[in-house]
């Protein structure tokens, strides 16, 4: 779902792309940033990798309680 949310807007400009991936919720966020540190050609973009671990930053400090527990919950499976 995020890559091909993603995907649709190829041709956009990276501030569309990261308007976009700021509506995503935390979740696909870190989904996202994940297959992004270990894509070959996305890895190699440190501002871009930056600049979503930023707004994902953003995102978890404005998220509610509940939608913090969620992410967690995901965020550990992730690192198990």
């Not at 949310?5 to 696909?28: H, T, V």
Request: net charge positive.
């Amino acid at each position: 779902m995020v890559l091909d949310l993603l995907g649709r807007y190829q041709l956009s400009s990276l501030e569309q792309r990261l308007a976009i991936f700021r509506q995503l919720p935390l979740r696909a966020q870190l989904a996202m940033i994940t297959a992004s540190k270990t894509s070959r050609v996305l890895s190699q973009k440190q501002s871009y990798i930056a600049s979503l671990e930023q707004i994902h930053a953003e995102s978890l400090a404005a998220a509610t309680e509940s939608e913090r527990l969620v992410y967690r919950q995901a965020k550990d499976l992730l690192d198990s």
